[in-house]
């Protein structure tokens, strides 16, 4: 941990935390090139990051880290790099299942994980498995992801429901329709943050983050600290959410929760 950690961490309203943190963890590439590295080693090195940002999560009792893991459009990517991130995702998990287990980690994955090398389906299902009673974290991956793909996904699942009659047009709502995305078991983020300076949702959680709080670092990942992690949670802590209401609303809201609580 860096020396700043603990004024940053003095800094922190642990009553105010977001329950549901997303990360695009974008840079790994361009921080290899810049270091005169192959990207390979620019991916494993974000792997350290994400080590470093999900045993914070944990210090700080966050109910959910979310982290775009594997884009569907990443099967774009050469051969080679298809190769080595995927050997990088089997050795993560391989290596951090007894983590999960010892620190009452939640694995979960979105996307459509049958694109993935049975090997690898299997691995991600028994890791599931394995840590599905724990009550910690909710670590997870978004693998071979896209948010279209998801919403186009979600509208095909509900008219087949409609086309058997199992389910009426008229009875689909937001609740119903947000019961058949991948991330139907999550609460909706609360702060989505980018890294290495890209302004752009690149096809990421696009339903649940209609009024997410977004969070963007000239930071590649694998430079990205737990300060970083930790100034990204105060800032979003200095803003008001208002949800489409306005500041008098709130205001008025907030007043008579505390009328109530004392």
């Not at 991916?43 to 880290?65: P, Y």
């Not at 049958?114 to 991956?141: M, R, S, Y």
Request: glycine residues 4%.
């Amino acid at each position: 941990m860096s020396s700043t950690q603990p004024e940053l961490f003095e800094k922190i309203d642990r009553a105010r935390l977001p329950r549901h943190v997303a990360v695009i963890m974008d840079g790994n590439g361009r921080w290899a090139k810049k270091n005169l590295l192959a990207r390979v080693q620019g991916h494993r090195e974000g792997v350290k990051t994400v080590d470093r940002i999900v045993t914070l999560s944990c210090k700080l009792n966050l109910e959910a880290l979310t982290l775009y893991s594997f884009s569907d459009e990443n099967w774009n990517r050469p051969e080679a790099e298809i190769k080595a991130l995927l050997k990088i995702l089997d050795q993560y998990l391989k290596k951090e299942l007894k983590r999960m287990k010892d620190e009452n980690i939640r694995f979960n994955t979105i996307g459509r994980i049958e694109e993935f090398p049975n090997p690898i389906q299997e691995l991600i299902a028994d890791v599931k498995n394995q840590t599905k009673e724990n009550t910690g974290l909710i670590l997870t991956l978004a693998l071979s992801y896209g948010g279209q793909q998801e919403i186009l996904d979600t509208v095909r699942k509900i008219a087949f429901k409609v086309s058997e009659g199992s389910l009426r047009p008229e009875d689909i709502d937001s609740d119903l329709f947000e019961s058949f995305l991948y991330t139907r078991d999550l609460p909706k983020p609360d702060l989505l943050i980018r890294t290495s300076g890209e302004r752009r949702i690149s096809n990421f959680l696009l339903y649940q983050i209609a009024y997410t709080e977004l969070h963007y670092t000239d930071v590649f990942w694998p430079d990205f600290s737990e300060d970083d992690f930790i100034k990204a949670l105060i800032e979003y802590q200095g803003r008001e959410r208002r949800f489409g209401k306005t500041q008098e609303q709130i205001l008025e809201k907030s007043s008579l929760m505390k009328s109530a609580n004392a």
